[in-house]
Every structure is written in C-alpha cells, then in structure tokens.
C-alpha cells in the first residue's frame, strides 16, 4: 500500500514569492492534516480536513495562507506571499476517519527554505 | 494551550546500552502516542497508548501511560545503530477539535558504536 505522498521534497524561494505544496494522502483515508515542522520542533497542526471539509483551520495563518481539498482525496496548501519565517518542513499526514482517528500515516514532508 | 514538555532534548548512548526518555504536560490527555522520525521523513507511529497506567511493549520498545494522564516514558532496551532518530511524544485529547495531536520537542538519540 502506498503511503502518504508529498511534492515538492524541497523548495527554494525568494521572500514575497508564492509557494505550493502537493498531498496525497493514502487510499481510502478520510481525514487529511497539515502540519508545520519547525527545527528542532515538533509538527503542529495547521489544518485538518474531515473529506472536503476543513473542520480545525484555527492554527492556520489565513492572511497569508491557504489550503484546498476540494474532491476530498488531494490537497494543496498555498503561501502568498512567502515570509522568512515560513521556512520549516509542511508535513502532510491521513488517517481512515472516525474508525482509525488514533493512528495519523505521515507523508515524507517538503523542506521549504525562504531566501 | 496544551504544552508538552520532553526530556531529555538529546542523548547519546553506546550501542547495546537501554535508554530512556519521557513527557509531561500541563494537562491531561486521554491518548499518549510515540513516533520516531528520521531524516528526510515524517514520523512514524511506535507505540500507542489509550488507557491510563498502561504499559505496552512493541519489541525492544516499551511505554507507559501514567496514572495521571498528564505523562508517558518510552524505554528502548539493547540500542543498535538503527535506533538513531529524533523520538516524539503525542497526545490527544479526544474527539473532534480535540482529537488534533499536540507534540513534544523531541528527544535526539545517538547511539554511537
């Protein structure tokens, strides 16, 4: 079974420019969250999205971002624009829904840097 | 909000040797979890923990839920090389808004040879 995946790994971006990430949550999952990993931090919640409907967005920064899932399997999350203290890992994770709510399946993560 | 406090931030061990580390919050949660992350990847789920003083094992790993609710240790015994990774509690509260896991700062583990 593929696990959660994530695009880009990496990117490189200059302050004030927009940026884009990619997630695929695993086949059949529910629930998808983003998560932002500062360095030598633990992931926190940015947002988390019950099918198509985002149900916890209170962490997320929503001047500057966004997020999307709109038929219920993918998702992106969108920074316009990007700041220096954007830069951190985004993580992506799912969960099956209500019956698995315990166990979250992480993606690998994309590492942005913001020049 | 919630905070959860991890010790030690770092530890380095000789292979072979047991290690321990553990959380504590300011409030009490009603699921520990233990993941383990390592470089370029997202964590892992180790060890999960939904009932108050229960010890569960997962091969060389072993946690406890403390009695409290408000703690949790992890304890990997005879490290090996592979054992390196950065270790991370979790808790959850419960259902809903409260279900979203809230992390500890990680516990470095070297496991020199």
């Known amino acids: 079974e593929a696990g959660v995946v994530q695009s880009p790994r990496y990117k490189i971006i200059e302050k004030k420019q927009p940026v884009a990430f990619w997630c695929n949550p695993i086949s059949g999952h529910n629930t998808l969250y983003w998560y932002l990993q500062n360095l030598g931090q633990g992931p926190e919640l940015l947002i988390r999205y019950e099918n198509e409907e985002a149900v916890d967005d209170s962490q997320l920064p929503k001047d500057r971002f966004s997020a999307e899932r709109l038929k219920g399997v993918d998702s992106t999350l969108k920074i316009q624009p990007a700041e220096l203290g954007d830069s951190a890992v985004y993580l992506c994770?799912?969960?099956?829904?209500?019956?698995?709510?315990?166990?979250?399946?992480f993606g690998p993560g994309t590492r942005l840097t913001v020049l | 909000g919630q905070q959860l406090n991890q010790s030690p931030q770092s530890m380095f061990i000789q292979e072979g040797e047991d290690v321990s580390m553990n959380c504590t919050s300011s409030?009490?949660?009603?699921?520990w979890l233990w993941y383990k992350q390592d470089p370029g990847e997202g964590p892992v789920l180790l060890i999960a923990l939904y009932k108050a003083g229960e010890l569960t094992s997962n091969g060389r790993l072993t946690a406890q839920f403390g009695i409290t609710r408000k703690d949790s240790f992890l304890n990997i015994s005879a490290s090996i090389p592979s054992d390196v990774g950065i270790y991370f509690c979790a808790g959850q509260l419960g259902r809903g808004s409260a279900r979203q896991l809230t992390f500890g700062s990680g516990t470095q583990l070297t496991v020199l040879p």
């Open positions: 409030s009490i949660f009603n699921t």
């Open positions: 994770a799912s969960s099956p829904g209500l019956a698995g709510e315990r166990e979250q399946f």
